[in-house]
């Protein structure tokens, strides 16, 4: 079993930036491909970001240049910069850990590859 807790959202204008925080807890999660999903209100969740236990990463293109994933392994926590905040990135924010299937360097984008979710973490961004 693997918890996962999000923190860090918030309101904010935008432009501006948030920094989202992952803390898993129950296993180590340093081999885990580790990701970043989003679900809007009335629309389907979405992929973000996604680090592999190898260190590859991945972005949606909607958020490539504005957003960064990052991973301390000591800490068992992944992280979510986020820079030049858009009105269409409010959603609630999911932190999700993959914990079977074939471990990869470049970490899987779907949501069904997934089998550990937080509860989410609320970030609104104004015009």
């Known amino acids: 079993q693997v918890q996962l807790v999000e923190s860090g959202g918030g309101l904010v204008q935008a432009g501006g930036s948030l920094r989202l925080s992952c803390a898993a807890s129950?296993?180590?999660?340093?081999?885990?491909?580790m990701s970043w999903f989003r679900q809007a209100p009335g629309k389907e969740r979405e992929f973000v970001a996604a680090?592999?236990?190898?260190?590859?990463?991945s972005y949606a293109d909607s958020v490539k240049g504005r957003f960064t994933i990052s991973r301390d392994n000591a800490k068992n926590m992944v992280y979510l910069q986020m820079n030049s905040l858009k009105p269409e990135d409010t959603a609630v924010y999911y932190c999700?850990?993959?914990?079977?299937?074939?471990?990869?360097?470049?970490?899987?984008?779907?949501?069904?590859?997934?089998?550990?979710w937080g509860q989410g973490t609320q970030v609104t961004v104004s015009s």
């Open positions: 999700a850990a993959r914990t079977n299937g074939r471990r990869t360097v470049v970490p899987g984008v779907s949501l069904g590859q997934y089998d550990y």
């Open positions: 680090i592999s236990g190898f260190g590859g990463i």
């Open positions: 129950g296993r180590t999660i340093s081999s885990y491909a």
